[in-house]
C-alpha cells in the first residue's frame, strides 16, 4: 500500500471487494443486529438494540467478560459532582485533545454522559461510594481540574462495568457467539451492509467459519496495542475492527495518535506483549513521579505536574531516561501506606507483588506503553460509518472526541454514549422483515447452509501472513512508531513492513488475490518465491489485520510532520496549526493502495451515510 492523494476525499463507500483468505461459510445465524464485541460500548449497544425490539447478535473473540473493558482500573470520567458541569468536563477534553477534538462530539460526551452513568448503574454496576454516604466517590486522574472519576473495587472499575453488562445480557437472553473472530463485512448488491463472516474458535475444525447475516453491523472490537511489543491491551487486540472497515471500503482517521500510558510497569527490555498497567488514579492520590536520585521530576514541567495530560508525561519520562541513560523511572506511592494500597488499589498491589514489587515499601519502575488507540473507524455523532448499515464505537471508532489524545477515563464513556446513540439511531429506522430462517442455527445446533449475499465489487483474497510474522510487526513498529518517531525511524518501519507485505504477496502464489505484477515481480527477486503460503487460521487472519493496521499508521504519521498531542516527532518537536490543525480520511483501494485524503480544517465532513 502506498499513501497518495489530498483535498476533500471521496464520498460514501462502495466496497473494495478485499476479504480475507478464508473457507467459506459453512452454518449462518440471521438477525437484525450483529454487535461484534462485548465491552461496554458493545454491550450497551446490544442490549438498547433488544429492548427495541430487535433481534441481536453478539460476537465476542473470547469469552462475554474477557473484553478491553474489563482491564480498566482507573474508572469513567462524567460530571457527577457537587460544583462540576459538562462544561468544566468539555474544557478538560479540548485542551487534551490537542486542537483536534470535534467540539459537537465532545459536547455530546460530556452532557448526556452523567444521565448515561446512572443507566449504567440501573443496569446494575456498583460504583464505590464516599464513606458513610450513598455519594458515588469520586477520584481525579491527569488533565481533569476536577474529581470527577466514578470508579469500583477501588481499582477493579471496568471488571464491574462488565459483570453488570454481562449479567444484564444473560439475562435478557440475548444469542452470544464466544470465542469467535470476526473476518470480514458481507454487503449487498447495493453495497448496503448484509452481516459478517467469522471463525468459531475451539469447536474441534479448523475451518469454523460462518456468517451473521443482518442489516445493521455494529462494530465493538477494541483497540490494536498489540501492533506494539509491550502494551496494556490484552492479546486479542489486534485491529481486527480496523481492519474489517478498510477492507469493507470506510474512512479510517486518527491512527496516527497512539496513547502510550506513561505508567506502565517496567518488566525488563525483552518484556513483550500485555504489560501491568499503574493506573493514573494512582497519581491522582498522590503518587510521585521520581528518576533514580529519587528527584520529582515533573514539577515545572506542568501546571499538573504529575497530572499533565497523558503524551506531556510520557514525552517527559522519556526524556528524564534518554538524559540519564536508563529505560525507566519510577512511581513512588510508599507514603500511601498499606491500608491506602490495601483498600483503594487492591488490583495494582497484587500484580507489583507478584513481579517482586512491593509499592508500599519501594517505587515502581514505570515506562510507557502503547494504551488506547485515539483514531480508528470514522464515525458521525450516531456511529454511523462510511459504509451504510455499518456502525462502530469504542475505542474501534473515530467520533472525534479524542483529538490527538484522548483525556483519562474518557473512553468508558464514549463507549457507554455513542453506543446508546448508535442503538437509537438503529431503532428508528422501521424494522426489518423476519429472515426466512429465523435467528436459530448456531454452530452448535445445527446450523443452515449460509447463501453469500450477492456482493458490489468482486472479491479479491488478502495474501495472508504466516503466523510468526505477528512478532516481527511488533518490533518494527515498537522502534519505528513507538513513542519517539522521527522521518528516518518511520521511512525504515514502511520500509520493513513493506518487505512482509511483497512477501506475503508471492508466498499467496498465482492465486493469492491478484496483486499487481510489479509488486508480484519485486518479491520474487528478494527471494520469497519458495516460502509456502500460510494456512487461513487464526493466527495468520491476526498477523495480516496487524500488518494492515500497521501499514496504515505508519503512512499517517509519516505525512504529520509536527508533534501534536500523542504523536510525538522528534524531527519536528513543534506544534504546525497551520498546516496540521486537520485530519487525514484514509481508505484502502480495491487494488490495495492506501489513500490518505485530508480536511481543510479541524472539522470533520459527514459520513453521508443515508
Request: include cysteine; aromatic fraction near 4%.
Amino acid at each position: 500500500m502506498t499513501a497518495t492523494g489530498t483535498g476533500t476525499g471521496p464520498g460514501p463507500a462502495a466496497g473494495t471487494g478485499i476479504r480475507l483468505a478464508a473457507p467459506a461459510p459453512g452454518w449462518s445465524i440471521a438477525a437484525d443486529v450483529v454487535v461484534v464485541g462485548s465491552g461496554v460500548a458493545g454491550l450497551t449497544a446490544a442490549l438498547r438494540c433488544a429492548a427495541a425490539g430487535r433481534r441481536t447478535v453478539v460476537v465476542t473473540k473470547a469469552r462475554l467478560d474477557d473484553g478491553s473493558t474489563r482491564w480498566a482500573q482507573g474508572g469513567i470520567a462524567a460530571a457527577l459532582g457537587d460544583g462540576d458541569t459538562p462544561e468544566q468536563h468539555l474544557a478538560d477534553t479540548l485542551v487534551a485533545g490537542a486542537g483536534l477534538c470535534d467540539e459537537a462530539a465532545v459536547r455530546t460526551l460530556v452532557t448526556e454522559g452523567p444521565d448515561a452513568v446512572h443507566r449504567l448503574i440501573g443496569t446494575g454496576a456498583r460504583f464505590d461510594t464516599a464513606p458513610g454516604s450513598d455519594e458515588i466517590a469520586l477520584g481525579r486522574e491527569g488533565g481533569h481540574h476536577r474529581r470527577r472519576i466514578a470508579h469500583a473495587g477501588g481499582d477493579a472499575t471496568g471488571a464491574e462495568i462488565s459483570r453488570a453488562l454481562v449479567e444484564a445480557v444473560r439475562a435478557a437472553g440475548l444469542r452470544t457467539i464466544e470465542n469467535a473472530l470476526v473476518l470480514d463485512l458481507l454487503t449487498d448488491a447495493e453495497g448496503r451492509t448484509a452481516g459478517v463472516t467469522l471463525h468459531v474458535m475451539g469447536e474441534g475444525q479448523h475451518d469454523g467459519v460462518g456468517a451473521v447475516h443482518a442489516p445493521a453491523v455494529v462494530l465493538a472490537t477494541g483497540g490494536m496495542g498489540q501492533v506494539f511489543s509491550a502494551t496494556t491491551n490484552p492479546a486479542v487486540s489486534t485491529g481486527d475492527g480496523v481492519a474489517l472497515a478498510l477492507r469493507a471500503g470506510a474512512e479510517v482517521s486518527d491512527l496516527e495518535f497512539v496513547q502510550f500510558h506513561p505508567t506502565v510497569m517496567y518488566l525488563g527490555p525483552e518484556a513483550e506483549g500485555q504489560q501491568p498497567l499503574i493506573s493514573e488514579a494512582v497519581r491522582g492520590e498522590g503518587a510521585h513521579l521520581v528518576d533514580a536520585d529519587g528527584t520529582r521530576f515533573m514539577v515545572g514541567r506542568h501546571e499538573l505536574a504529575e497530572l499533565a495530560p497523558r503524551d506531556i508525561v510520557a514525552k517527559e519520562i522519556m526524556r528524564r531516561a534518554h538524559e540519564q541513560g536508563v529505560a525507566h523511572m519510577y512511581l513512588d506511592g510508599r507514603h500511601f501506606g498499606a491500608q491506602m494500597w490495601e483498600t483503594r488499589f487492591p488490583t495494582i498491589l497484587a500484580a507489583c507483588r507478584s513481579h517482586g514489587v512491593d509499592p508500599v515499601t519501594e517505587p515502581i519502575p514505570v515506562a510507557p506503553a502503547a494504551h488506547y488507540a485515539s483514531g480508528g473507524v470514522r464515525t458521525d455523532l450516531r456511529g454511523r460509518t462510511t459504509v451504510p448499515g455499518l456502525y462502530a464505537c469504542g475505542e474501534v471508532a473515530c467520533t472525534g472526541v479524542h483529538g490527538a489524545n484522548r483525556l483519562a477515563s474518557n473512553s468508558l464513556l464514549e463507549g457507554l454514549v455513542f453506543a446508546e446513540r448508535i442503538a437509537a439511531d438503529i431503532a428508528s429506522a422501521p424494522a426489518p422483515q423476519a429472515a426466512a430462517n429465523g435467528a436459530d442455527g448456531a454452530p452448535a445446533d445445527g446450523a443452515r447452509p449460509a447463501p453469500e449475499p450477492a456482493v458490489s465489487a468482486p472479491r479479491t483474497t488478502l495474501p495472508l501472513l504466516a503466523p510468526e510474522t505477528r512478532t516481527a510487526v511488533q518490533r518494527i513498529m515498537t522502534a519505528g512508531a513507538g513513542v519517539l518517531r522521527s522521518a528516518e525511524s518511520l521511512a525504515r518501519a514502511a520500509a520493513e513492513l513493506d518487505r512482509l507485505h511483497r512477501e506475503a504477496t508471492v508466498t499467496a502464489g498465482p492465486t493469492g488475490g491478484g496483486e499487481p505484477a510489479g509488486a508480484a515481480a519485486a518479491g520474487r527477486a528478494a527471494g520469497f518465491a519458495d516460502r509456502k503460503a500460510p494456512e487461513p487460521g487464526v493466527e495468520a487472519w491476526e498477523a495480516t489485520n496487524l500488518l494492515c493496521v500497521a501499514r496504515v499508521l505508519v503512512a499517517a504519521a509519516q505525512r504529520r510532520a509536527e508533534t501534536r498531542g500523542c504523536h510525538w516527532r522528534e524531527d519536528h518537536p513543534d506544534r504546525d496549526d497551520v498546516s496540521w490543525r486537520r485530519h487525514f480520511r484514509i481508505t484502502l483501494d480495491a487494488d490495495r493502495a492506501l489513500t490518505l485524503h485530508t480536511t481543510e480544517t479541524a472539522e470533520f465532513p459527514p459520513t453521508a451515510t443515508p
